[in-house]
Nanobody, 125 residues
Framework: QVHLVESGGGFAQVGGSLRLSCAAS????????MGWFRQVPGKEREFVAG????????YYGDSVKGRFTISRARSEDVIYLQMDNLQREDTAVYYC??????????????????WGQGAQVTVSS
């Protein structure tokens, strides 16, 4: 079992920046990829970004490409989501996710076994 704990988030103005962190504990050696999803009440969960654990390959949802960056500190079981040029439509609860399954669909929320508690991001003008 892997436990994920998010930190960061909060409030930002349009055009501003925020950074989310997600620390993995427990059987972190079994992680094969991690990422971020977000959800707004009444809407479907949306893939934001993903990272292959060993190759460090990055994947992004179309709505955040060029503005958000997912990263991982080598030798640490922590991922980050740097969010720049934030827009009002980025307002959501952001969830850190992880999976131990090699080759699973990184953009599909059903392929992740571990979920963080969620972090609120609110962007206002």
């Amino acid at each position: 079992q892997v436990h994920l704990v998010e930190s960061g988030g909060g409030f930002a103005q349009v055009g501003g920046s925020l950074r989310l962190s997600c620390a993995a504990s427990g059987r972190a050696f079994s992680i094969r990829h991690m990422g971020w999803f977000r959800q707004v009440p009444g809407k479907e969960r949306e893939f934001v970004a993903g990272l292959r654990w060993n190759s460090f390959s990055q994947y992004y949802g179309d709505s955040v490409k060029g503005r958000f960056t997912i990263s991982r500190a080598r030798s640490e079981d922590v991922i980050y989501l740097q969010m720049d040029n934030l827009q009002r439509e980025d307002t959501a609860v952001y969830y850190c996710v992880g999976s131990r399954i090699e080759g699973s669909r990184i953009t599909n929320s059903e392929d992740y076994e571990w979920w963080g508690q969620g972090a609120q991001v609110t962007v206002s003008s």
